[in-house]
């Protein structure tokens, strides 16, 4: 598998660290790699960990909302990774994209409108 160096082509929604730790979960069939969202788009997002996650494998992930109950259910697959002062971070691509603004991440659309 090659590394993907074309960026994501629709807008990316940032997830403002100090504001908003929205946790997310990529599964695979023997360990569970913890982290949050740094970036979501429709098609794909941006984990940062402080655990590597293997690359090119597919997983499921599990994004959920840090005030409620709703969970994101989606797969997808680890296209790329980074590290940088000690945490990884990691691009999944989504097997199906969907419409975040149906979901609880529409407030990131909101944060970066002001």
Not at 39 to 63: E, N
Request: with cysteine; proline share 7%; hydrophobic share 35%.
């Amino acid at each position: 598998m090659q590394e993907s160096r074309i960026p994501r082509r629709e807008p990316r929604f940032s997830a403002p660290f100090f504001q908003i730790l929205i946790k997310v979960e990529v599964y695979y069939p023997d360990h569970c790699y913890p982290g949050h969202i740094w970036d979501v788009s429709h098609s794909g997002a941006c984990i940062r960990s402080f655990q590597k996650v293997p690359i090119g494998f597919p997983s499921q992930i599990r994004i959920r909302d840090p005030g409620d109950v709703e969970v994101i259910e989606t797969s997808g697959e680890l296209i790329w990774v980074n590290q940088l002062r000690g945490a990884h971070y990691s691009g999944v691509k989504f097997d199906e994209s969907f419409d975040i603004t149906k979901t609880f991440l529409r407030l990131l659309i909101k944060s970066e409108q002001f």
